[in-house]
């Protein structure tokens, strides 16, 4: 899943928005520099990321509802304590999930930054020619 700009799942599949990849990248980076944790963080957010692709329960601790998209609908968060993705499942591209972006959280509320990210990848996706 590492190398890829998606990832295919049994129950749906799993499309990284442009720098979401990148993203994640610079939250190890700045948050643990050390390798071994880096890579440890890593295989954690994979692991929970192919469980959702593979259609596994996920839970509410997990995989919690985060804010609201520009259509009413909800996006979501895979959540390894610090690290999350802010995620939703396409309307317009059936079976696939789309990652927005990756942020180091230590904090509660979600940012309004992290909403206005989120929505401008979903009007650029849903609403545009994204793919």
């Avoid at 979401?20 to 880096?38: I, R």
């Avoid at 304590?81 to 059936?94: F, Q």
């Avoid at 940012?111 to 996706?125: A, F, G, L, M």
């Amino acid at each position: 899943m590492d190398e890829l700009d998606k990832y295919e799942g049994i129950h749906c599949t799993i499309v990284f928005c442009k720098g979401a990849k990148e993203s994640l990248d610079e939250v190890l980076a700045k948050h643990a520099p050390q390798p071994m944790k880096s890579k440890k963080l890593k295989a954690q957010m994979w692991s929970l990321l192919a469980r959702l692709a593979d259609g596994h329960r996920m839970t509410k601790e997990n995989f919690p509802t985060e804010g609201d998209l520009p259509d009413g609908s909800k996006f979501h968060a895979i959540k390894k304590i610090p690290l999350r993705a802010y995620l939703w499942r396409s309307k317009k591209y059936s079976g696939k999930y789309f990652i927005s972006h990756f942020i180091y959280k230590d904090f509660q509320k979600l940012k309004p930054k992290d909403t206005t990210k989120v929505c401008n990848n979903w009007r650029e996706i849903e609403e545009g020619d994204g793919l």
